[in-house]
Structure formats: C-alpha cells, structure tokens
C-alpha cells in the first residue's frame, strides 16, 4: 500500500516576549521520580509495518484498525481503553478511498455529518452528533474564527481522531459535539520516498512526493519532505481549485528518552466561490424554468476568488526522566493571510425568497469583499506521572495550555450588482467596491490548567478529569468590546476490561464555548455549556484486527440564543436549550485480504427549550438516521497478486431546514476503488458518488439551500523508490 506522507504545519516567527509563556513549572513529586532508573521508553516515531507490531498514538498503521490514540487522553492509550467514544482514520484508509478532503476522509464515520454543503474549498464542514466540531492539528487549536486560513489536504497527514462529545477538560473552549484533530506526518527511521502524479475530472491535475529516512548512520536525526501540486478547474463554471504545499520536518533524537521535532509548512490556495447559497425554490423544488444548474457560477469572473496563504512553524518535544516521568511540549505558530471576494445570492427574507419577485430565472445578488489576516500562537506543556497508591496504578497528567489570535481584516466599500438570469448568465454587470477599510481588530486569549487521572485496578478503568480556563475576546475600538470567561470542565469515565475483549464503559463530559456579541443592555452574552451522559461497548476479539463500538448518549447544550422580547423591545436573549439523544454502531476490520467499515448512527436532535415556535422543533441540517459500509478485497490475477477492488454505500437521511417547511430528501451515494498496488508501482482509480447522483445537501433556515458533490474520478500512479 503507498505511503502518504506530511506535515500540516505552519510557519513560526518567535517574540522574546512570548518565551515566559512557553516555560512552565512542574512539581516533580520526588516519590515518583526515585521509583525507578532511567530506562528505554518508547517514542512516539517508532514505524509500523504490520499489525503484529507495537503502534504508537501518532504513527503511522497499516490498515484500517488504529489500535492507539491520543486525542481522548493526551496520553498514549488504547482506543479499546478509552471511555469515550473516538474514531481513527488511518493514513492507509485515505489513500485507499481516494479521499482527496478531511471531510471526504470521515464520511465513513460514525456521528459524523461530512461535507453537507457540498464542495466548499473554503473549509470542510465536519458536523459531530449534529453540532459544528472544532479542528485541531496535532493536538493544538489549527486556527479561529471562519474562512481565514487554508484547508487541510489529507496527503500532509498521518491520520484523523474524531473524538466525539464534548472535550472541554482537555482542551478548553469548544463545540460541543467533540474535536477532529488531524496528525501530521512525522520523520520516520525507516527510509521511505515515493512520488505520485494523478489526473481526473475537472481537469484536475496534481503532482506530490513524500521523503522520509534518517540522515545519519546512529538514526539520531530524521527527516521528512512533503510537497503537493495541484492545477485543476472544478464543479463550478470559473472557480479554480488550486494548490501548492510544502512541509518539512526534522527529528532529532538524542537518546533514547529525547527527542525533539520541528515542523513547518507553507500552503497556498488560489479558488473561488464554488457555494451558491441558492434558494430552495430552485434547487429542491423546481421553478416553471427548471432547476438552478449544479455547475451554475452566480458570481463574477473577473472580481471573484478565494486566495490563501497559510505558514507555519512549530515543535513538538518529549523527554522521559525514567520510566514514570514524562514531560511534553507542543509548540506552534501560524500566519495566515486570506483574499476572499464573492457575489452571492441575497435577499432571502424579502419578497421573492432570493429570486427577483415575479422572476423564475433572476436571482439577487450581493458583493461581499474581506481581506483578513490571522496570526496565532498555541502552546500546550504536560507533565505525565505514573506511580501506584496500594493495588491501584495511576497515570496522572497535568497541564498548562495557552493560546493567543489577532486577526486584521480590510473589508470592502460599495459596489453594487444587478441580478442574473441562472439559465442564460451575462456576466459583467457590476460596479466592485470603490475601496477597502480596516475592520476592528479581534483578538482572543486562553489559559487553561488541566489534570487527568486514569486509575487502574484490576479489570477496572476510572478517568477523572478537571480544567480551569480563564479567556479573553475582544475588539477594538468598540463599546463594551471585550469579554472575560472562567470557566471549570469536569470529566469522568468508567470502564470494565474482560477477559473476550468486550469493555462495558460509561462516561460524562462538557464544554463551554464562548459567544461574540451583546444584547440591547449591553451585556455580554453568555458562553454555550455542553454536557454529555454517555454509555456503550468497546469489542475487539483477542488477537484480532477487529473493533466494534457501540453508544448511547444524552447531550444538552445550554444558553442558547433565541429572539425574544424584553420589556416590550424585540432582542436576543439566552433561554434556549438543544438536547440531542442518539446511537452509533461503527465497526473496522483488516483481516487479511480484506478491509471493512460499517457504521450506523441515529441522532434525535430537537429544541428543548426555546421560542414557542421552536419549540419541540428538529434541529437544522441533522439527518435522523445515517449509514455507511466500505469493503474492499485484494486478490491475484493469473498468478499475480496486488490487484485490488473496493466499494462502499453512504446513507443519509432526511433532515430539516430548522423552520419545518423544507425538508431535504434522503440520499444514498457509492463509491469505488479499482487499484493495483506490487513492487515500487501503485496504480489506482478512485471514483466517488458513482452514479453521479443530483442532490441537495442541506437548507438552512433562512432559506438557501447547498447541493451536494458530484462525481469525481481520479487516476494516478504512485512511484516509491
């Protein structure tokens, strides 16, 4: 199976001012630090060549079937171990399926609600048990705020952990419904280079190399570089899909008990506006004229684009005192620098819905032009302890973690645009804006203290867990602009480990994100507080490359912002409440020739206090039931092995608009894989949604609609040398 390989990282410019912050004490209990000699520990760059050798939390899997993680714990630990429920998508599993987005990539998880406005190269819309989730890289916060920076490419990654529920206790402010933390690629020990060349629809065409091996005989210093080219058109008229990215990195290892590794990476994107926000007349009803078409640009050619330039710079540092201290640090900057200009559909809340009243052709337009630049600086410094009180062993992790963004923005002033005619488009009749102004500067400020213990006795597992956050948001030059949070996250976990390899567990988690803005007295709005119950079953037959994981959870998120009326004027107020129950079954296997993931995932997500119009009501965009299964086989041909064939099926259900007038249909979409895969050679066809199947992705409540992907072919050769 070909190795993809990088680093997404990101450009690092050093202030002698933040060195206080990347320092941090730890009291060392003397106890534990004379429990034993220093001895050898097992680094995170160990390289894997089969299941039946050791995995690490951040290396690399041949598979499907991730049998460590860290994102649950912050610690290395079994995914089989860990009482909360967490998906891993390894490095093997993107490259087989072709994906060629994060999104794409966990299509085929559990909870999990990829892609549903379509192709957006923006960003990757990534729902988790129905609410939006925070992305992280490598265990650090990858930016704030929307459309800012550049968006991941799966090829500069090792694997994706989607952890799912809420993750405040170890990583602060967040979305509810959990994190997707993706995992660069690392130097390795072992010496691997390839270089790849693809082609396919769209006129998509895309060349990428990946080097990685020691640089000296003693295999203290490593390295590794990845680079990615891209020239390709896409499923919109006018709009480009471009890219270009490198990432090198650098491991030096000292010792057995050290090692440090540097990581940047520079990415730039040159795309456009590939949404529409069309209105649902139109896309899931027809008007008397048809259908607004799928490939419809309802932008300007010569204003239009989305420009990213993205750098980064960072470390991740690890050092073993012996066997039972261990001290961490994780270190990264990024500057990025965004050129975002776009003529969209307006005007949903007047007469006509978006279409010029009295027109089926003639869509509304508005300009929209910003230009921001983001510079963020995040650290995270751990100490883990393992020592035993009586019969029961403990892995005790403390923490300190701190995260600092200041984004710029010029935003453009003026302009204006006539309508178009979406069957006979005309381009050209606009007046861009006359100039740009400096927005407010926004900035943000986190500070979190952390402690995790993970107890064990017997067969029995506990998890317990407490945080406290202090953060900042403000903006200049504005009344009232800044806002101050403390907040505590609690954590706890249970779990029984038996003899079949079947670990009953039960969990409870929250979060707290804070909320921009002021109501009518100018009061700060409260931060949204999660919580979550959470029960299932972890199962993975001894010796088997096979788990099966099931839950039940009972998620609440609180403070809701709903409209509402205070004394006798209409203003936004916090009295809403969304309560989300649901299931999830997902299965993964790598059992000799063949690979399988089966997932099924029923969400009941509803208003559960709110505006009497609301209430009761399904929340937006979230399908009640959702499936997915991919299975794939490799076989010989007259005596000649390494061809290979897959295919899998995605479900998803019928979902809402959040007003309960536009529902969007249930859709059920292929996907496959032809590959031939023996020697340095790799050759491979992937092909998603397969029939080319027209569908709408999702409607929101102020009425616009987003179709869905069509479908993509890819071919490409893989060389490794």
Same mark, same amino acid.
């Given at each position: 199976?070909?190795?993809?390989?990088?680093?997404?990282?990101?450009?690092?410019?050093?202030?002698?001012?933040?060195?206080?912050?990347?320092?941090?004490?730890?009291?060392?209990?003397?106890?534990?630090?004379?429990? @034993?000699?220093?001895?050898?520990?097992?680094?995170?760059?160990?390289?894997?060549?089969?299941?039946?050798?050791?995995?690490?939390?951040?290396?690399?899997?041949?598979?499907?079937?991730?049998?460590?993680?860290?994102?649950?714990?912050?610690?290395?630990?079994?995914?089989?171990?860990?009482?909360?429920?967490?998906?891993?998508?390894?490095?093997?599993?993107?490259?087989?399926?072709?994906?060629? @987005?994060?999104?794409?990539?966990?299509?085929?998880?559990?909870?999990?609600?990829?892609?549903?406005?379509?192709?957006?190269?923006?960003?990757?819309?990534?729902?988790?048990?129905?609410?939006?989730?925070?992305?992280?890289?490598?265990?650090?916060?990858?930016?704030?705020?929307?459309?800012?920076?550049?968006?991941?490419?799966?090829?500069?990654? &090792?694997?994706? +952990?989607?952890?799912?529920?809420?993750?405040?206790?170890?990583?602060?402010?967040?979305?509810? *419904?959990?994190?997707?933390?993706?995992?660069?690629?690392?130097?390795?020990? +072992?010496?691997?280079? $390839?270089?790849?060349?693809?082609?396919? #629809?769209?006129?998509?065409?895309?060349?990428?190399?990946?080097?990685?091996?020691?640089?000296?005989?003693?295999?203290?210093?490593?390295?590794?570089?990845?680079?990615?080219?891209?020239?390709?058109?896409?499923?919109?008229?006018?709009?480009?899909? !471009?890219?270009?990215?490198?990432?090198?990195?650098?491991?030096?290892?000292?010792?057995?008990?050290?090692?440090?590794?540097?990581?940047?990476?520079?990415?730039?994107?040159? @795309?456009?506006?590939?949404?529409?926000?069309?209105?649902?007349?139109?896309?899931?009803?027809?008007?008397?004229?048809?259908?607004?078409?799928? !490939?419809?640009?309802?932008?300007?050619?010569?204003?239009?684009?989305?420009?990213?330039?993205?750098?980064?710079?960072?470390?991740?540092? +690890?050092?073993?005192? %012996?066997?039972?201290?261990?001290?961490?640090?994780?270190?990264?900057?990024?500057?990025?620098?965004? !050129?975002?200009?776009?003529?969209?559909?307006?005007?949903?809340?007047?007469?006509?819905?978006?279409?010029?009243?009295?027109?089926?052709?003639?869509?509304?337009?508005?300009?929209?032009?910003?230009?921001?630049?983001?510079?963020?600086?995040?650290?995270?410094?751990?100490?883990?302890?393992?020592?035993?009180?009586?019969?029961?062993?403990?892995?005790?992790?403390?923490?300190?973690?701190?995260?600092?963004?200041?984004?710029?923005?010029?935003?453009?002033?003026?302009?204006?645009?006539?309508?178009?005619?979406?069957?006979?488009?005309?381009?050209?009749?606009?007046?861009?804006?006359?100039?740009?102004?400096?927005?407010?500067?926004?900035?943000? #400020?986190?500070?979190?203290?952390?402690?995790?213990?993970?107890? +064990?006795?017997?067969?029995?597992?506990?998890?317990?867990?407490?945080?406290?956050?202090?953060?900042?948001?403000?903006?200049?030059?504005?009344?009232?602009?800044?806002?101050?949070?403390?907040?505590?996250?609690?954590?706890?976990?249970?779990?029984?480990?038996?003899?079949?390899?079947?670990?009953?567990?039960?969990?409870?988690? &929250?979060?707290?994100? *804070?909320?921009?803005?002021?109501?009518?007295?100018?009061?700060?709005?409260?931060?949204?507080?999660?919580?979550?119950?959470?029960? /299932?079953?972890?199962?993975?037959?001894?010796?088997?490359?096979?788990?099966?994981?099931?839950?039940?959870?009972?998620?609440?998120?609180?403070?809701?912002?709903?409209?509402?009326?205070? %004394?006798?004027?209409?203003?936004?107020?916090?009295?809403? $409440?969304?309560?989300?129950? /649901?299931?999830?079954?997902?299965?993964?296997?790598?059992?000799?020739?063949?690979?399988?993931?089966?997932?099924?995932?029923?969400?009941?997500?509803?208003?559960?206090?709110?505006?009497?119009?609301?209430?009761?009501?399904?929340?937006?965009?979230?399908?009640?039931?959702?499936?997915?299964?991919?299975?794939?086989?490799?076989?010989?041909?007259?005596?000649?092995? /390494?061809?290979?064939?897959?295919?899998?099926?995605?479900?998803?259900?019928?979902?809402? !608009?959040?007003?309960?007038?536009?529902?969007?249909?249930?859709?059920?979409?292929?996907?496959?894989?032809?590959?031939?895969?023996?020697?340095?050679?790799?050759?491979?066809?992937?092909?998603?949604?397969?029939?080319?199947?027209?569908?709408? *992705?999702?409607?929101?409540?102020?009425?616009?609609?987003?179709?869905?992907?069509?479908?993509?072919?890819?071919? @490409?050769?893989?060389?490794?040398?």
């Amino acid at each position: 199976m070909a190795v993809r390989l990088s680093s997404r990282r990101r450009p690092v410019h050093f202030r002698a001012r933040q060195l206080p912050l990347i320092v941090f004490g730890l009291g060392l209990p003397g106890a534990v630090l004379a429990q @034993s000699a220093p001895a050898e520990v097992h680094l995170p760059a160990v390289t894997v060549t089969g299941s039946d050798v050791e995995q690490t939390a951040v290396g690399p899997v041949q598979g499907f079937v991730a049998k460590r993680a860290a994102t649950a714990t912050k610690t290395d630990t079994p995914v089989m171990e860990t009482p909360q429920s967490i998906s891993v998508i390894t490095q093997d599993r993107m490259t087989l399926q072709g994906a060629q @987005s994060v999104q794409q990539a966990a299509g085929y998880t559990a909870g999990v609600t990829a892609g549903a406005f379509g192709p957006d190269n923006r960003g990757d819309s990534i729902k988790i048990r129905g609410t939006d989730s925070t992305q992280y890289l490598d265990g650090l916060l990858n930016a704030v705020g929307s459309y800012n920076n550049t968006r991941p490419d799966p090829y500069a990654l &090792e694997r994706i +952990e989607i952890l799912r529920g809420p993750s405040g206790m170890l990583y602060g402010q967040g979305a509810i *419904g959990g994190i997707v933390n993706q995992i660069s690629k690392r130097p390795q020990p +072992e010496a691997m280079r $390839e270089i790849g060349v693809s082609y396919g #629809n769209h006129n998509r065409k895309q060349i990428q190399a990946d080097l990685t091996g020691p640089i000296d005989e003693d295999g203290k210093w490593l390295y590794r570089v990845v680079a990615l080219g891209r020239d390709s058109d896409s499923s919109v008229k006018y709009v480009d899909d !471009d890219r270009y990215f490198i990432a090198p990195s650098l491991t030096w290892r000292p010792s057995a008990a050290t090692s440090l590794t540097l990581l940047a990476n520079f990415q730039k994107d040159n @795309s456009g506006s590939m949404v529409g926000f069309f209105p649902w007349r139109g896309t899931l009803t027809s008007t008397p004229a048809g259908r607004i078409p799928q !490939d419809f640009f309802v932008s300007e050619p010569d204003f239009d684009k989305y420009t990213a330039r993205q750098s980064a710079v960072g470390y991740q540092f +690890e050092h073993a005192f %012996n066997d039972n201290v261990t001290v961490r640090q994780n270190l990264r900057y990024t500057h990025s620098e965004v !050129d975002y200009r776009s003529i969209y559909t307006a005007g949903f809340n007047g007469a006509g819905h978006g279409w010029v009243p009295g027109s089926d052709t003639l869509l509304r337009r508005v300009i929209y032009q910003n230009q921001p630049t983001l510079k963020q600086f995040v650290v995270d410094t751990q100490g883990q302890f393992k020592f035993q009180t009586g019969p029961i062993r403990h892995t005790l992790l403390t923490g300190i973690d701190y995260q600092r963004s200041v984004l710029d923005a010029r935003q453009g002033v003026g302009g204006t645009v006539a309508p178009i005619d979406v069957h006979n488009p005309v381009y050209g009749n606009f007046t861009p804006p006359t100039s740009t102004v400096s927005a407010p500067t926004s900035r943000g #400020n986190q500070l979190g203290l952390y402690m995790q213990d993970q107890l +064990e006795w017997e067969r029995w597992l506990l998890m317990l867990g407490l945080r406290h956050d202090r953060s900042r948001a403000s903006v200049d030059d504005t009344p009232s602009g800044s806002r101050d949070d403390s907040e505590m996250s609690k954590r706890f976990g249970l779990m029984y480990r038996s003899e079949a390899g079947l670990n009953p567990y039960l969990s409870y988690s &929250e979060s707290f994100q *804070g909320l921009a803005g002021f109501n009518r007295a100018n009061q700060a709005f409260k931060p949204l507080r999660g919580k979550q119950w959470e029960a /299932g079953l972890k199962y993975q037959p001894p010796g088997e490359n096979l788990t099966v994981t099931a839950s039940v959870f009972d998620m609440t998120e609180k403070n809701r912002k709903v409209a509402g009326v205070v %004394n006798g004027i209409a203003d936004t107020v916090q009295v809403g $409440e969304a309560r989300t129950k /649901g299931a999830e079954l997902e299965a993964l296997a790598s059992l000799g020739n063949v690979d399988l993931v089966a997932t099924y995932t029923f969400l009941d997500a509803k208003v559960a206090k709110g505006t009497p119009a609301e209430q009761g009501r399904q929340l937006a965009s979230i399908p009640r039931h959702m499936a997915s299964f991919w299975a794939n086989y490799r076989f010989s041909v007259m005596g000649t092995p /390494g061809f290979l064939a897959g295919a899998g099926v995605r479900y998803n259900g019928s979902s809402d !608009d959040g007003t309960g007038q536009n529902g969007v249909p249930a859709v059920t979409l292929y996907d496959a894989v032809l590959a031939y895969d023996a020697g340095p050679m790799r050759l491979a066809l992937n092909v998603t949604n397969l029939f080319d199947k027209q569908y709408v *992705g999702t409607c929101l409540a102020r009425g616009d609609c987003f179709f869905g992907t069509r479908r993509t072919v890819i071919g @490409s050769v893989t060389y490794r040398f």
